[in-house]
């Protein structure tokens, strides 16, 4: 599925360029700016490498959380910000750079959502809405203000923000409805994991069975990614007093952590998913 490249917007007014060149604001003169699309081609291995990355996140988090809510957040948040700046220190898309805030964003996102639940005391349902509305907005805010939403047009600072933002926003989400289905709805993590495997088909099939629009096809499975790969980490990892079989968090994101970094090491070598310059004017 390779979301459309289609951008209503790419034709500006003479004499506007401050205001559109794409830049962030503040902080836009501190990074390069884009050369070339800041995000990788969609290839069956993105998304192995996907749900690796959800799955490595989910339990790298559950670790950092033994040790306190300062010291495991702020590793967190070191780790994250440290992919930020790899990230919007390139000019074009660089696997290992990508991933490495990708896997970042997967720890800082279970993080954030298991605080909001654990110590805030809210319900998986209201977490699981909360990040929903959340991602909603930033889609809204996102399509208002760039017309699309396709990977291919992540040719800009401010774009490549709302992107990031989006992936935040579906980790977040994704950590919560896993939990939701597990705990809550008391599937388990097998089952939970079972369950995302069959649903995160959906979208690819009604896209190539029933013209479901690609961009849709891409965002939806890839919410579902984050649950999937999520909800296998856990029953690998947790206790079997709570459906899992035990392997423990920090062994699993090990595991889970050596698994992506191989595959980003061959993305970053082979660079079999880089995307090709497109037209404007290509859907």
Known sequence: MAPANHDP??????????????????????????????????????????????????ATSDYLRTWGNIRGGSTEVLVFVVGLLLQFGTRRYRALAYWSLAFAIAILGTGVSDFLHLDVHIPYAGTTLLWAVVLVGIFW??????????????????????????????????TALGDFTATSLNLGYLASGILFGVLILLPALAWWGLGLNSIAAFWMSYVLTRPLGASFADYISKPRALSGANFGDGPTAIVFAVAVFLLVLYLAVARPDIQESQPSSST
């Open 9 to 58: 917007r790419s034709a500006r007014a003479p004499g506007t360029r401050a205001l559109t060149d794409g830049r962030l604001p503040l902080v836009g003169h501190i990074f390069p700016t884009p050369a070339a699309a800041k995000v990788p081609e969609v290839i069956f291995v993105f998304w192995v490498v996907k749900i690796l990355t959800t799955a490595g996140g989910e």
């Open 141 to 174: 805010l996102w399509q208002r203000n760039e017309g699309t939403l396709s990977i291919h047009s992540i040719t800009t600072q401010r774009r490549e923000a709302f992107y990031w933002a989006t992936v935040f926003a579906t980790f977040a989400l994704g």
